[in-house]
């Protein structure tokens, strides 16, 4: 069996850390569960908490997907 590569985001909050670990094919899953912790009045952590990890999942994304993200008229020659 091949090895993964893991991801690893985290973000630590006064006394409270949040560590996210994903691979690539649990990407969409890892952005799902940043909305509900954000949604979870009982955790600190917020839906701008979420927006910021949310942004460094997508821009960690391999490279051949973040280009298929990007309209055509906006890629470079």
Do not use: C, H
């Not at 649990?26 to 912790?37: C, D, F, I, V």
């Not at 009045?41 to 910021?52: C, E, G, I, T």
């Not at 997508?58 to 993200?69: D, F, G, I, K, T």
């Amino acid at each position: 069996m091949p090895a993964r590569d893991i991801n690893v985001i985290a973000l630590v909050k006064g006394g409270e850390r949040y560590v996210f670990l994903y691979d690539d094919e649990s990407r969409a899953e890892a952005l799902k569960t940043l909305g509900q912790y954000a949604a979870n009045p009982d955790l600190s952590f917020s839906w701008y908490d979420a927006a910021v990890l949310g942004q460094k999942v997508r821009l960690n994304a391999p490279r051949a997907n973040r280009l298929r993200s990007v309209p055509p008229a906006d890629r470079a020659a």
